[in-house]
């Protein structure tokens, strides 16, 4: 088992920044997969972004891709999510994940291949 508690969460205005933090604990943090997804009131959840456990490969989401940064610290256990020029359409309750990968350089873009997931933290950008 692992636990994932998100924060950073919050209001800001269009062309703002925050930066969101996954704390894990249980099982050893590198054996996962991490990533971030995201869900606007009657949406489904969809993904933004993920980095593999040796924090060689990362992917994103295009709607995202050159305004968020994803990157994870093995040793304090934490995922970050840097998000930069924000706009309202990425109002969100924003989620972590982590998924069990079986090499370093794995990573997972889809919602069924995470096993483990936090609680959620509220963003959102007002126009």
């Known amino acids: 088992q692992v636990q994932l508690v998100e924060s950073g969460g919050g209001l800001v205005q269009t062309g703002g920044s925050l930066r969101l933090s996954c704390v894990a604990s249980?099982?050893?943090?590198?054996?996962?997969?991490m990533g971030w997804f995201r869900q606007a009131p009657g949406k489904e959840r969809e993904f933004v972004a993920a980095?593999?456990?040796?924090?060689?490969?990362?992917s994103y989401a295009d709607s995202v891709k050159g305004r968020f940064a994803i990157s994870r610290d093995n040793v304090k256990n934490t995922m970050y999510l840097q998000m930069m020029n924000l706009k309202p359409e990425d109002t969100a309750v924003y989620y972590c994940?982590?998924?069990?990968?079986?090499?370093?350089?794995?990573?997972?873009?889809?919602?069924?291949?995470?096993?483990?997931w936090g609680q959620g933290t509220q963003v959102t950008v007002s126009s």
């Open positions: 994940a982590a998924g069990l990968c079986s090499f370093s350089g794995c990573y997972r873009t889809t919602r069924s291949e995470y096993e483990y």
């Open positions: 249980g099982r050893t943090f590198s054996s996962y997969a």
């Open positions: 980095i593999s456990r040796d924090i060689s490969f990362t």
